[in-house]
């Protein structure tokens, strides 16, 4: 297998120099090295997948290639001439800009607004904004992506899918020729996918380049005319699609072999511990009905909007319940989430950053806080006894984290993700509801939390799992509830459960 950062298949004999170039880019933090000495090579027109675990140095590389953070060491060449990334400024007169799973955008605005924000195009009197030409030129960026959209709307009435438009057409206003997107896939159905992609076809056409972080196999190989794999902050190796496999990737992902079937310990299933009776609620489910028992794993799935984190949200108490009964261990549940954590249930939500987190406070208080009430019952909070559990917590789930008391902020996403599971484990949590439990988070992370949840359900919890991904649901639940427009639309077997029963079922009809 060939490394083909110096000779990528776009370049010739006597062809020009890359659009872009990083050398020897290094980089540390108080002590952690996050980058060492990586190379990375950006043509125009080309997709170049940029892969890695969680914490292997990919969002520190998009930083600095986006002037967020400054190297320690290294340096840039634009179209072969050193340049200066010293602050974002610089990239943007570089034609950098990058997309991140977290938007940038102001909900309460208008998306023509949020297009030019800081950029808006003066009055003929002073202190005024020409409102006509704003609106023009926004319509001119998003005909450019094919986002047919008024641009009058406001971005908080707006779809995951349709906001991530919006960040790229706020990204092309600006004249980027380098666009990088991470996770861009990881809110979006099946046919926003294949738009996103028809869109990206249509950037290649006009010679934008563009690096894309995936943990997605399928998109690497549709999508990737090029891949850099990195691991540890290292670039491992830089290849062609042609010349890699999913497994080959993988390993030079992860330094080792890993199974990416997520292999199951299917078991009988015990007594029930859920039952959810014509349940609905004001963010618009209704009569919804489902169980789970000890000791088996629960799929729920459809379209994305078909209403599944809502179901979540009203069992769990997040939200209100209109009609119908959610029963907990033989009891009813009565009351908000507190109350269902008392009654040995966890959420697992899938905005980790917003309602899974407490990102000001450290690894080691987001880990304790759900079961303060379980490890100090007397009411007196003893630290180290806290810190004791905290840090068997992380070698647990194998947090990578300097130390329990790091902000929890300063983790990766799928670190942080695994602190979101991992905080209910000393609450004595019997029942688990994880909505897009890997989202954002690599394989590797993936098949250490599959492995946590199937242990949890052979030590005789019972888990309700909501997952967009088709494989995940297939490969690890006992049987599965597809939803359609707020409501259940069927229920499938182990034996019946398959990709095309769950399109079948998922389907507007």
């Known amino acids: 297998m060939t490394d083909t950062l110096e000779r ?88 950098i800009a990058v997309i991140f799973q977290e938007f940038s955008l102001v ?8 297009i030019f924000f800081g950029r808006a195009f003066p009055g003929r009197v002073p202190g005024t904004l020409d409102r006509r030409r704003l609106y023009e030129e926004a319509r001119r960026v998003l005909d450019m992506i094919g986002f047919k959209i008024d641009p009058r709307l406001k971005v908080h009435q707006l779809g995951v899918a349709q906001q991530q438009m919006v960040e790229i057409a706020k990204a092309l206003s600006q004249n980027a020729r380098i666009l990088v997107m991470d996770e861009p896939t990881a809110a979006l159905s099946e046919r926003e996918s294949d738009q996103l992609f028809a869109m990206i076809q249509r950037l290649k056409a006009d010679n934008v380049a563009i690096i894309y972080i995936s943990h997605r196999m399928a998109e690497v190989f549709a999508l990737g005319d090029r891949i850099t794999v990195l691991r540890d902050g290292q670039r491992i190796r830089t290849l062609l699609p042609a010349e890699a496999t999913p497994d080959e990737l993988v390993r030079l992902m992860v330094g080792r072999s890993v199974n990416m079937t997520y292999p199951r310990h299917f078991r009988a299933a015990g007594a029930t511990i859920l039952e959810v009776r014509g349940v609905s609620a004001e963010t618009g489910i209704a009569d919804i009905s489902l169980d789970v028992k000890e000791g ?21 108490g997040a939200d209100r319940v209109t009609s119908g009964e959610v029963r907990v261990f033989g009891r009813i549940r009565q009351g908000g989430p507190d109350v269902s954590t008392r009654l040995g249930m966890a ?5 980790r950053k917003t309602e899974g987190l407490a990102l000001i406070q450290s690894v080691g208080d987001n880990l304790v806080i759900a079961g303060l009430n379980r490890l100090f019952p007397k009411g007196l909070f003893w630290p180290k006894a806290a810190r004791r559990k905290a840090e068997e917590i992380v070698e647990r789930l194998r947090i990578a984290t300097a130390s329990t008391l790091r902000s929890v902020r300063t983790l990766s996403g799928g670190n942080q993700q695994k602190v979101v599971i991992g905080k209910w484990l000393p609450a004595g949590a019997r029942l688990f509801i994880f909505d897009e439990p890997t989202r954002g988070i690599d394989i590797g992370a993936k098949a250490q939390i599959f492995a946590l949840i199937d ?30 427009a707020g409501r259940i639309a069927g229920e499938l077997s182990r034996a019946a459960l398959t990709p095309e029963n769950i399109v079948r079922l998922g389907m507007h009809k």
């Open 107 to 114: 909900p309460y605005l208008d998306i023509a607004h949020n």
């Open 8 to 95: 990528p298949a776009q370049a010739a004999v006597g062809a020009p120099p890359p659009l872009l170039e990083l050398r020897g880019i290094s980089k540390s933090f108080v002590g952690v090295k996050a980058l060492t000495d990586v190379d990375l090579a950006i043509w125009p027109g080309e997709v170049h997948m940029l892969l890695g675990e969680n914490g292997a140095g990919k969002s520190t590389l998009m930083k600095v290639l986006c002037g967020a953070v400054r190297p320690d060491d290294g340096r840039f060449l634009h179209h072969g001439e050193p340049v200066t990334i010293a602050s974002p400024s610089d990239a943007r007169r570089l034609g």
């Open 296 to 316: 088996e794993i629960v799929g729920l799935c459809g379209l994305v909007g078909s209403g599944r984190s809502e179901v979540a949200r009203a069992i769990f």
């Open 347 to 351: 959420l697992i939500p899938e905005s």
């Open 455 to 484: 242990e949890l359900v052979q030590a005789g919890a019972g888990v309700l799992m909501i997952s967009s991904e088709q494989s995940e649901i297939v490969h690890v639940c006992d049987r599965a509830y597809v939803m359609r």
